[in-house]
Structure formats: structure tokens, C-alpha cells
């Protein structure tokens, strides 16, 4: 078996599993040398080949600015959550109300693509902390998660990214995330499963405890 076979093989086998490696989002230092502008002029010219490669024909009416839509949705939409200078700015408030209980919101929805396939993978978050001190703006949290999920993702990465950004911003362990979500690469490709999600959570804090986190999910549930 040749050397590029077990390459391939790897690879298929690495996307069917939805392998999860590291906390750290996988990016180049160089990424951002380039404005927007050149790169969706390079992702056009290449999406433009891919098409031809289909046996597209591109001049079209209907395909020949497809290249271009493409590259603008895909830089300027659905991974604009690559740049930094995206990342939402956070107002934080004081909790002069006193309170302490558990702070929910749920059913945020979000759409995100899988780093294996650059398929869609389509959910809700369910968030909740308690206040040491801070809260956040509600509409905050929905723009923490669409940020991340605003670039090829994992799942697994995505729930802790979230987690650890809301952790860092309210100054407290004491946050706990649940996402689910259906993954097209499962039910397009592969196994074509249309009925399958996928469930992942991260805690800390108050929610290592069974009570805590027993509540949190009978109320988002």
C-alpha cells in the first residue's frame, strides 16, 4: 500500500470519527497579512477551478458570479469568526440586584461548519452562571456564540471555547454550557444518518456538583 493511500485513509478516518485535538484554534501566524478583499479574490479564482473541474459551466447567467458570492459568504459570513477583529465587543454590569441564583439562556440558536467536511452543523447552546459580581448582557452571550461558531469547528472545541470565554469575561468558574447539535456531514455523507445529534457540555465550578447541574438541565430541558 502506497504511502499517499494510507494518507488518504487517515484522512477519511479522521473525519468519519470527528477527531477533537486541541483547545487552540488551529490558525496561521500569517492569516490576517492579507485584507479581505485579496482573499476572496483568491478564493473565487479557486472555487472558479473547482466549478470548471464539475464540468460548470460558468458562462452561465446563473453560475458566473458564483465564484465571487462564494468567497464574500465565506469570508465576510460563515468564517468571519476567523478574524480577532470580529470578537464582540462584552458590556459587563455590576449585579446590584443581589442576584444569586442561577442566570439562564437557552435555545441559542447557531450554525457552524464542521472542519472536516465544511458541512453545516446546526444547534442550540444552552448557557448558565451564577454572579460573583458581574453580569453580562443578555444579547452578549447569542454574539459570544456565533463568533466562534463562526469558523470551521468541532464541536468539542466550540462548547469550550464558549465556556472559557464567558469563564474570563464574568470573572467565575461558575459557568456551565450545553450544546447540541445535527451534523450534515453525519446526515449527507457517510453513514447518512438524518436523525442523529450531537450532545457536549462543559462545566466548572458550582456545576461540578450533581444538584447544580441537575437543575441546569431540568430547566433547559
Do not use: W
Not at 145 to 164: G, H
Not at 199 to 217: H, L, P
Amino acid at each position: 500500500m502506497s504511502l499517499e493511500t494510507n494518507k488518504t485513509e487517515r484522512f477519511e478516518e479522521q473525519g468519519d470519527h470527528h477527531e477533537f485535538s486541541q483547545l487552540l484554534y488551529p490558525i496561521r501566524e500569517d492569516a490576517f497579512e492579507k485584507s479581505d478583499e485579496e482573499k476572496m479574490t483568491e478564493i473565487a479564482f479557486h472555487f472558479q477551478k473547482i466549478m470548471e473541474t464539475l464540468g460548470l459551466d460558468l458562462t452561465s447567467d446563473s453560475l458566473e458570479g458564483t465564484p465571487y458570492r462564494f468567497a464574500k459568504m465565506y469570508v465576510k459570513e460563515l468564517f468571519a469568526g476567523l478574524n480577532p477583529i470580529n470578537k464582540p465587543s462584552v458590556s459587563i454590569f455590576s449585579n446590584s440586584y443581589n442576584y444569586s441564583r442561577l442566570l439562564i439562556e437557552r435555545n441559542i440558536s447557531f450554525t457552524s461548519f464542521c472542519e472536516h467536511h465544511f458541512l453545516p452543523m446546526i444547534g442550540k447552546v444552552h448557557v448558565a452562571y451564577q454572579s460573583t459580581g458581574k453580569i453580562i448582557g443578555l444579547s452578549k452571550i447569542n454574539r459570544i456564540v456565533r463568533y466562534y461558531a463562526s469558523r470551521p469547528q468541532v464541536q468539542e472545541r466550540l462548547t469550550e471555547q464558549i465556556a472559557e470565554e464567558l469563564k474570563e469575561v464574568l470573572s467565575t468558574k461558575d459557568v456551565i454550557i450545553y450544546v447540541e447539535a445535527r451534523h450534515l456531514c453525519v446526515s449527507l455523507r457517510g453513514v447518512k444518518d438524518p436523525t442523529s445529534d450531537t450532545i457536549t457540555t462543559s462545566y466548572s465550578g458550582i456545576f461540578n456538583s450533581v444538584k447544580e447541574r441537575e437543575e441546569f438541565f431540568k430547566l433547559v430541558k
